[in-house]
């Protein structure tokens, strides 16, 4: 099993960046892909990025597109989320979610950290 904490969040102006860390404790990081899901006030938790096993593999949903970077370190069990040119409508509770591909892709897992509050002003 594998327990997500999150952390980097923050308040930051629109056009700024964030990188966002979930560390992962246990000793089978490596096998799972993970992701990061956001969750805007009054809104549905959406899929954000999600990264293969060994990172070969990427994937992001439209609208951060050329904007966000999912990368892993499996070395120190953790996966990060570089967020470039960050918007307004950014703004969200971002959690760190650890499962098979299709798993994340649905939001499926039941691995998930606490979440991570990422305010960006106007």
């Known amino acids: 099993q594998v327990q997500p904490v999150e952390s980097g969040g923050g308040l930051v102006q629109a056009g700024g960046s964030l990188r966002l860390s979930c560390a992962a404790s246990?000793?089978?990081?490596?096998?799972?892909?993970m992701g990061w899901f956001r969750q805007a006030p009054g809104k549905e938790r959406e899929f954000v990025a999600v990264?293969?096993?060994?990172?070969?593999?990427?994937y992001y949903t439209d609208s951060v597109k050329g904007r966000f970077t999912i990368s892993r370190d499996n070395a120190k069990n953790t996966v990060y989320l570089q967020m470039n040119s960050l918007k307004p409508e950014d703004t969200a509770v971002y959690s760190c979610n650890a499962g098979s591909w299709g798993q994340l892709l649905t939001g499926s897992s039941d691995y998930w950290g606490q979440g991570t509050q990422v305010t960006v002003s106007s």
């Open positions: 246990g000793r089978t990081f490596s096998n799972y892909a």
């Open positions: 990264i293969s096993r060994y990172g070969a593999n990427t």
